[in-house]
T-cell receptor
């Protein structure tokens, strides 16, 4: 079993829909939880990070972490075609990954249909 | 401020050869991490360097090695290439010890390595 599980999709939704992306993990030592977005032929870019449990909102994006269930989510409201990309969850024990680096899910390929 | 740059962007090699990839971090960033991204395994941590020292290494064979120079630029080397080494190799840099609540890892565009 991988440390971080993420459904690879593809997930296809119509423009304007609410998108829900999820990851589960097994290592209880993880303290930092991140969501990266990766467009084709580009490196990942950080969307949001959360420390420990709780919710965090940034514009159309909301990240949730439930450490008791080892489950994290990313919600995208009013989805746009430009949101079409691969979304990667990532986790670490230390801020920014530290010496251990980041542990990633495999990524969910999201398609927003105009 | 310029982002993380990686060279070359694309490489084609044959089995048994070796390859060296280069990464220039964002100015002022002293931590450089390398990752391998494949469709089957996703993004996997290779190693991390800080102040010219490798602090940690992921679960990869000894054919994968790296180094960091005094200007924080980093190289990774793969010897005796195998078909399974075909992947996107990503470099990320970050600040360390800033006192901020979170030190973001900034990724470069990657080097696409194809082994024939």
């Amino acid at each position: 079993q991988k440390e971080v599980e993420q459904d690879p999709g593809p997930l296809s939704v119509p423009e304007g829909a609410i998108v829900s992306l999820n990851c589960t993990y097994s290592n209880s030592a993880f303290q930092y939880f991140m969501w990266y977005r990766q467009y084709s032929r580009k490196g990942p870019e950080l969307l949001m990070y959360t420390y420990s449990s709780g919710n965090k909102e940034d514009g159309r994006f909301t990240a949730q972490v439930d450490k008791s269930s080892k489950y994290i989510s990313l919600f995208i409201r009013d989805s746009q075609p430009s949101d079409s990309a691969t979304y990667l969850c990532a986790m670490s024990r230390e801020t920014g990954g530290g010496a251990d680096g980041l542990t990633f899910g495999k990524g969910t390929h999201l398609i927003i249909q105009p | 401020k310029a982002g993380v740059t990686q060279t070359p962007r694309y490489l084609i090699k044959t089995r048994g050869q070796q390859v060296t990839l280069s990464c220039s971090p964002i100015s002022g960033h002293r931590s450089v991490s390398w990752y391998q991204q494949t469709p089957g395994q996703g993004l996997q941590f290779l190693f991390e360097y800080f102040s010219e020292t490798q602090r940690n290494k992921g679960n990869f064979p000894g054919r994968f090695s790296g180094r960091q120079f005094s200007n924080s630029r980093s190289e990774m080397n793969v010897s005796t290439l195998e078909l399974g080494d075909s992947a996107l190799y990503l470099c990320a840099s970050s600040l360390v010890g800033t006192g901020k609540s979170y030190n973001e890892q900034f990724f470069g565009p990657g080097t696409r390595l194809t082994v024939l």
